[in-house]
């Protein structure tokens, strides 16, 4: 069974610019959820989606933005880029929402705002 | 905000010697997922424990989550090179139906195993 995917791996963009990262989860699984990685922070939940709805969100700014498709694949957008948002960010697919299900993380896009 | 101190932060030992990494936190988690990522990948899941008291071996690494699901420790036992990484604790928790999806992870532990 083929892991969790993400789209692209490396990206760089400059400030003021906006960026959109793909995700497609395992086969079979429904719940999909975006973290921001960084040295400083460490990893932090950004939002999870399940069945094409947004079901919880971290404590990020409006301009971070997510959408889930049927297929459950998943993308996350970021307007107005700030130096700041420069992070690994991390996709996790699982089968079902709700605590205690085991999340499956990709390989992750790395985003470099200059 | 429920906080998960993972201790230490950086761990630097020879093969061959044993280490335990600490997971605390103030509150209650319905489970606790320990995860370990090499550089530019993302977490790899080791174990999710769901049950206060209960201990997982795997391999030579051994899990053990809190009676009171407030606590968490991942001890590895003759170390080997091949272990270096960053180790994560991550927990999960029903706050109302809000927790959907949503992990809290510890700081983590880089280990470095030297030969």
């Known amino acids: 069974k083929a892991g969790v995917t993400q789209t692209p791996r490396y990206l760089i963009k400059t400030r003021g610019q906006q960026v959109t990262l793909s995700c497609s989860p395992i086969?079979?699984?429904?719940?999909v959820s975006w973290y921001q990685q960084t040295p400083g922070q460490g990893l932090q939940f950004l939002f999870e989606?399940?069945?094409?709805?947004?079901?919880n969100k971290g404590n990020f700014p409006g301009r971070f933005s997510g959408r889930q498709f049927s297929n459950s694949r998943s993308e996350m957008n970021v307007s107005t880029l700030e130096l700041g948002d420069s992070a690994l960010y991390l996709c996790?697919?699982?089968?079902?929402?709700?605590?205690?299900?085991?999340?499956?993380f990709g390989p992750g896009t790395r985003l470099t705002v200059l | 905000t429920q906080l998960l101190e993972q201790s230490p932060q950086f761990l630097s030992i020879q093969e061959g010697e044993n280490l335990t990494v600490y997971c605390n936190s103030s509150s209650v988690f319905s489970s606790l997922q320990w995860y370990r990522q090499e550089p530019g990948e993302g977490p790899v899941l080791l174990v999710t424990?769901?049950?206060?008291?209960e201990v997982k071996k795997l391999k030579r690494l051994t899990f053990q989550f809190g009676d009171a699901r407030k606590d968490s420790s991942l001890h590895i036992t003759a170390a080997q090179p091949g272990d270096t990484g960053l180790y994560l604790c991550a927990g999960a928790r029903n706050a109302g139906g809000t927790s959907y999806g949503k992990l809290t992870f510890g700081q983590g532990t880089i280990l470095t195993v030297h030969p």
């Open positions: 989606y399940f069945s094409e709805t947004q079901r």
């Open positions: 424990v769901v049950t206060g008291g």
């Open positions: 996790a697919s699982s089968y079902a929402s709700g605590s205690g299900n085991e999340q499956f």
């Open positions: 086969s079979g699984h429904r719940s």
